[in-house]
């Protein structure tokens, strides 16, 4: 990934990974593990358990599904029959689930092992399926986990590794007692992997019971890497975001730009309007083939089109040396996911830039993200779309500003005025078990 420090020294191979492993891992293009897969694979080989302290963005997924693969590939191939569930993940949020699932077929794409994602607010039927038919690792949310645990569907007695990823969010979510609920039925044999972005007592506590004798690996939090990115933040009504994307690309120094829609209409239309305006443009999303993908990904590399569009799933794949613009036509509703998204600029310590425009509906949105990085990002006021009426609070007193992007004045973040702005769209967004997420309504 883009803005992840890398460990120039360690390699893949130095770690004694598989070869089916390795050759995964060079067809992502990864050339050398991330800090915290340096630190953890050794750790998680050796069998230990582990507290990772890690925020998303580090590379931790790998960082513990890579040795967990491998630690199944050497006992896959004796048995027959249908496969137990011997590795479970445990995460808060459906995204996350889909996430590490797509993880998992990439970097276990030469191995044996299967996996399926579960997760609640949709039908049952095809999970059931998938767990009937045998599986061996399980990424779960904890309601619908615990849904089928209690109709016996799933048995998870068999389990050898169990993950808790994002812990602290699982907690926040109030998963604690599901979470709980669930471990109680594993063997107390087994080797657990805890990762949370933060440490507060709930989770110390939690791993003092589930963990022995952890060895605790630490890396730097994402703040820092998003502390790199020059960040800007537009206030903009929803109708004059396309004015304001055309406004900011008259700047001859952007030479190149992603854009992230969060809908693939929504990328189709960006597309279209910037054609209009003489723009080269192209969009990659779900709806378009392989070929059309890849085409437009190798127009957008050699420069041939200045912007690229894409949605947040189709831009997974997507590896782009010294991408210098980002921009968020929309502010994404899972605060990672803007991490993910600024995270694409600024790669090997030159600084990018990360344009955000938000309309009121999204205010609550950028709000998380906010509570995320935890710092604050500069607003632009000079721009001839700025809406007037902004207000939200600050996401915490000791949050740190961060650097602006160059060339535009700014204003500060504004306490005050319209409330309904920031409340319009408070309503929150479901989590995967069709509740609301959000401390305020999970705290238990
Ligand atoms: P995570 O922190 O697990 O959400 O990972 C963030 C992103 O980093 C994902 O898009 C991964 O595909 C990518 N990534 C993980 N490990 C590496 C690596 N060693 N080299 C390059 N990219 C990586």
């Known amino acids: 990934m883009r803005h992840m420090t890398k460990n120039t020294t360690i390699t893949f191979e130095s770690l004694q990974l598989i070869q089916p492993i390795q050759k995964a891992l060079s067809s992502e293009g990864y050339t050398h593990p991330t800090p915290i897969q340096a630190q953890a694979i050794p750790l998680i080989l050796d069998k230990r358990d582990l507290f990772g302290i890690a925020q998303t963005g580090t590379g931790k997924t790998a960082a513990f599904t890579i040795p967990i693969l491998q630690m199944l590939a050497s006992h896959t191939h004796a048995e027959k029959g249908k496969k137990p569930i011997k590795c479970l993940i445990l995460t808060p949020t459906r995204?996350?689930?889909?996430?590490?699932?797509?993880?998992?077929?990439n970097y276990g794409k030469h191995l044996k092992s299967n996996h399926t994602v579960i997760f609640g607010g949709v039908n049952q039927f095809s999970q059931v399926n998938a767990i009937r038919?045998?599986?061996?690792?399980?990424?779960?949310?904890p309601g619908r986990l615990l849904d089928l645990i209690?109709?016996?569907?799933?048995?998870?007695?068999?389990?050898?590794?169990l993950v808790l990823d994002e812990a602290?969010?699982?907690?926040?979510?109030?998963?604690?007692n599901d979470v709980k609920k669930i471990i109680a039925t594993l063997p107390q044999k087994r080797q657990t992997l805890l990762f949370s972005a933060t440490m507060p007592a709930d989770i110390l506590k939690l791993a003092s019971t589930i963990l022995y004798k952890p060895a605790t690996v630490e890396v730097t939090p994402t703040s820092s890497t998003v502390e790199k990115i020059q960040q800007t933040l537009y206030y903009v009504e929803k109708n004059d975001k396309k004015k304001l994307l055309n406004h900011i690309l008259k700047d001859k120094e952007i030479q190149s730009a992603l854009v992230f829609s969060r809908t693939k209409h929504g990328a189709d239309k960006i597309v279209k309007e910037l054609i209009k305006a003489n723009i080269t443009a192209q969009a990659i999303h779900g709806d378009k083939s392989q070929n059309a993908r890849e085409a437009a990904l190798r127009n957008f590399k050699s420069g041939q089109t200045r912007v690229l569009v894409a949605t947040d799933i189709a831009a997974r794949g997507i590896d782009i040396d010294k991408?210098?613009?980002?921009?968020?036509?929309?502010i994404p509703n899972i605060p990672e996911t803007y991490v993910h998204r600024i995270g694409r600029t600024g790669r090997a310590g030159e600084s990018g830039k990360a344009y955000s425009f938000c309309e009121t509906e999204e205010i609550p949105n950028l709000m998380d993200i906010l509570k995320l990085i935890k710092i604050e990002i500069p607003v632009v006021t000079d721009h001839p779309y700025a809406m007037t009426v902004v207000a939200y609070t600050k996401p915490k007193a000791d949050s740190k500003k961060a650097k602006p992007a160059g060339g535009n004045k700014f204003g500060g973040i504004r306490n005050g005025g319209n409330k309904s702005a920031g409340k319009s769209s408070g309503a929150g967004k479901k989590n995967e078990d069709g509740n609301m997420s959000g401390k305020r309504k999970f705290k238990r």
């Open 133 to 141: 038919a045998g599986v061996e690792i399980l990424i779960a949310t």
């Open 323 to 330: 991408l210098s613009h980002v921009i968020n036509y929309d």
């Open 150 to 161: 209690n109709q016996r569907i799933v048995s998870l007695k068999e389990v050898q590794y």
């Open 95 to 105: 995204e996350l689930a889909s996430q590490i699932g797509e993880s998992i077929a």
């Open 168 to 176: 602290d969010r699982m907690l926040d979510m109030g998963f604690i």
